[in-house]
């Protein structure tokens, strides 16, 4: 059985201009009438959030490494009931994946490629080059071929020369590639950034404005019907019945954290959790909510606690809330951002230290930056909110806050990276509460 069609946006290397021509065309062919949705390869939380308001429908990460092909293929089949086109966008370059030993590339947008037959349409940051795209797109084309790429956009052209260059270049190295669209160089398709990737959609004020520009420049460069008309349908197979959620939901009513501090959350993993049929109830710890007494469960999720220290160390009725939850027994559960917020202290970029919940032993500090960034396999070494000891997950770690303290007696992982390589224990489990770094993805049955 065949699924919907779809295609993938992906480009040489990270910076090239895929996001924004991403949203461009998500908009674009919504304008158009076309009922398009979003997904994104690989674990990045923020860029979800600029496709859904794009299209007007959620969007999901799809993560090769990350997820059994059993949840992509789950997630692929839930896409296709909201739209009639898909559009993934690619996560750094093409081929740029897990590392795995004899297999860089294992992981990547490709292998997203390869695994759903979905073709390529590659982003090609062209300012500072003229003759050699030529080279490079030929190169792209003919390093997998499993993976193919129909169409090529150019970003970032200076001239009519520059385009009339670039163009016959292709023509004459690469005929059976065509150029989709040519987007010159426009300072107005340009979105802010921070230290963990594009500041949030929620928080971009002029968003709206941003992607009415982008859909307009898109539908003006871009040959729409010729990109429409590259997209192909998923080759994976239905599903199989009774296929578990990426997360078991480790309460019957959940009660989740969600504001600007705590906002890295997949809707695959929260759909997953109702489908299994727990409640999910959202308060805000930034407007000092607490969780309801009915749940008995709490997900404090990643996010940005190091901007918010100081309102989150006033958040008396919180923190009040949370440590009635656990007292009571109250499973408890929090990744990144949310593991610093259960920490005793949160030390912010000036380095003043905030009280946070002190619900398990570790201080942290934004002030002493260093980056921490992979993929993770991890296994739980005790009985925790996540489920029996030996619980064994994927996900990934991306901060650049630092453990100042932590008390190692009561780990929750043990865990590796994707070489295998033992990186010891991580996180912390006491009791019903636990948390670590890590942002888990899916359950691993490998």
């Not at 001239?159 to 670039?166: P, Y």
């Not at 197979?237 to 078991?248: H, I, V």
């Amino acid at each position: 059985m065949m699924q919907s069609p779809g295609l993938i946006i992906a480009a040489p290397g990270s910076g090239s201009g895929k996001t924004v021509v991403t949203l461009g065309l998500l908009r674009a062919l919504r304008n158009r009438g076309h009922d398009i949705i979003g997904a994104k390869a690989g674990p990045d939380y923020i860029d979800p959030m600029f496709h859904a308001v794009a299209s007007g429908k959620p969007a999901n990460n799809l993560d090769p490494w990350a997820m059994r092909q059993g949840t992509i293929t789950r997630l692929v089949q839930a896409d296709n009931h909201g739209g009639e086109i898909l559009i993934a966008e690619g996560v750094m370059g093409l081929f740029d994946g897990a590392n795995l030993p004899g297999r860089p590339d294992a992981g990547s947008t490709a292998d997203l490629a390869a695994m759903t037959g979905w073709p390529v349409i590659l982003v090609v940051d062209a300012a500072r080059q003229a003759a050699s795209v030529a080279a490079l797109v030929a190169g792209f084309a003919n390093h997998r071929t499993d993976v193919h790429i129909s169409g090529v956009i150019l970003n970032r052209v200076g001239s009519a020369a520059h385009t009339q260059v670039l163009h016959d270049a292709l023509a004459a190295t690469c005929p059976d590639i065509p150029v989709m669209g040519t987007i010159p160089r426009n300072p107005e398709l340009a979105l802010p950034e921070r230290h963990l990737g594009l500041v949030p959609a929620y928080e971009h004020a002029q968003l709206e404005t941003f992607i009415k520009t982008a859909a307009r420049v898109m539908s003006d460069v871009i040959d729409l019907d010729m990109l429409v008309s590259a997209a192909r349908p998923c080759k994976l197979l239905p599903k199989e019945p009774g296929l578990p959620a990426q997360l078991n939901p480790f309460g019957q009513r959940i009660a989740i954290a969600h504001d600007e501090a705590f906002a890295f959350t997949y809707p695959s993993v929260l759909a997953g959790w109702q489908q299994a049929g727990a409640e999910l109830a959202f308060f805000s710890p930034l407007a000092d909510e607490l969780p309801t007494h009915e749940v008995d469960a709490v997900y404090l999720p990643g996010g940005y606690p190091e901007l918010h220290a100081a309102q989150l160390a006033d958040a008396k009725n919180f923190k009040a809330g949370l440590r009635a939850a656990a007292s009571r027994g109250a499973q408890i559960f929090g990744e990144c951002g949310g593991y610093m917020v259960l920490g005793r202290g949160l030390e912010d970029a000036d380095g003043n230290r905030h009280e946070m919940t002190g619900l398990l032993p570790v201080e942290t500090s934004f002030a002493r930056r260093k980056l921490h960034l992979g993929y993770r396999k991890v296994t739980t070494t005790t009985a925790s909110p996540l489920g029996v000891k030996a619980s064994v997950f994927r996900g990934h770690e991306f901060h650049y806050a630092s453990i100042v303290s932590e008390d190692n007696t009561s780990p929750l992982f043990a865990a590796t990276n994707t070489r295998g390589d033992d990186l010891g224990t991580v996180g912390t489990a006491i009791g019903s509460v636990a948390g670590s770094f890590i942002h888990l993805i899916d359950q691993d049955t490998a």
